[in-house]
């Protein structure tokens, strides 16, 4: 019988369809394995479950054994994995693409929302006592309708949240990425421009390319100068997309108004100093966390692994 390992407790929807037909061991701690227990782990396995917190190189590609035929990565970002060597071994690497679109587009609007509306710090004004009497000028953010947001990456979850703010929200769209989009641009009514165009004239930026070597510091120094005083920047995909160091001085030195956070450089760690500004709003990399969007990862990846495992093409194989 085949051997699948789950390398954390996900939603049992997808462990009970894989208990169905292989044998099936999951990490029984919720705990990021390291890298000598991942590698222990997957001795023998022919599927491997990954999370985006396991970097699945060559070492524990060569750890698992030549039965591994499948990695299947609960994300849809897939940058923990080492694609190239996965090829080189006749493993493949699938993700879970348009099941969390939703949810993450949701959480950047949120994000933006949060962010302009101090709602954190609002609600912390609160719970401290500090709420005295009503002030005519406490709190002030800019309004969001008849704004411009900036969309990079107009991928699936850069278009809902581009959708959302241009029908939800009466933004302006304008957007940057590798292609244009004509028929996108007809339905909401988005402008493709540069990526220093689309800094230079948006209120709210928000992030949504993969983290790829051409992504690294997407957002660096540079960018952030040419930013509005009044931005508001959105990160939903990767943390090194955008250069923290050059984040905090931005945000410090009011180069730009505020940022909304869900993905950071060194996650878990945090940058020092990030989490004392009071512009910024941050969430531990929760983008996709409803119950919809676990649930449906959890049964996609299930299904690319038994996919694979009885011969056939996973349905969301990566590139
Ligand atoms: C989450 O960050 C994902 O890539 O699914
Ligand atoms: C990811 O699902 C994307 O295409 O944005």
Not at 126 to 138: A, H, L, S, T, V
Not at 144 to 170: D, E, F, P, Q, Y
Not at 202 to 223: A, G, M, Q, R, Y
Request: aromatic residues 6%.
């Amino acid at each position: 019988m085949s051997k699948v390992y789950i390398a954390r407790p996900i939603p049992e929807i997808g462990i009970n369809l894989l208990k169905e037909k292989f044998e099936v061991e999951v990490n029984p701690e919720n705990k990021v394995l390291s890298k000598e227990e991942l590698k222990e782990a997957v001795k023998g396995t022919d599927a491997i479950l990954s999370l985006l917190t396991d970097k699945i190189d060559r070492e524990v590609f060569d750890a698992a054994g030549n039965q591994l035929k499948i990695v299947a990565n609960y994300a849809v970002g897939f940058d923990n994995i080492d694609v190239e060597s996965a090829h080189q071994k006749n493993v493949m690497v699938t993700n879970t693409p348009g099941v969390l679109t939703e949810a993450v587009a949701e959480h950047a609007i949120t994000l933006m929302l949060s962010v302009a509306k101090s709602i954190i710090e609002a609600d912390k004004y609160i719970r401290e006592g500090e709420y005295k009497q009503w002030e005519p000028m406490g709190f002030l953010g800019p309004q969001i309708t008849g704004k411009t947001l900036g969309v990079v990456g107009l991928g699936r979850i850069g278009s809902m949240v581009a959708k959302i703010g241009h029908s939800g929200l009466g933004m302006n769209v304008l957007y940057y990425d590798v292609k244009k989009n004509e028929d996108f641009e007809k339905d909401v009514d988005a402008k493709f421009s540069e990526l220093d165009e689309v800094l230079k004239n948006s209120d709210f930026v928000s992030i949504h390319v993969p983290l790829l070597p051409s992504t690294k510091h997407l957002i660096n120094k540079e960018k952030f100068s040419l930013m509005k005083k009044t931005a508001i920047l959105i990160n939903t995909s990767r943390g090194p997309v955008v250069d923290e160091s050059a984040l905090i001085e931005a945000l410090k030195s009011k180069q730009i108004w505020g940022a909304g956070l869900d993905v950071f450089e060194n996650e878990p760690e945090l940058i020092p100093g990030l989490a004392d500004l009071p512009n910024v709003v941050l969430t531990p990399h929760t983008a996709s966390a409803t119950i919809e969007a676990r649930d449906a990862m959890s049964k996609m990846c299930a299904e690319n692994i038994i996919a694979a495992l009885s011969g056939q093409t996973p349905p969301n194989l990566v590139k």
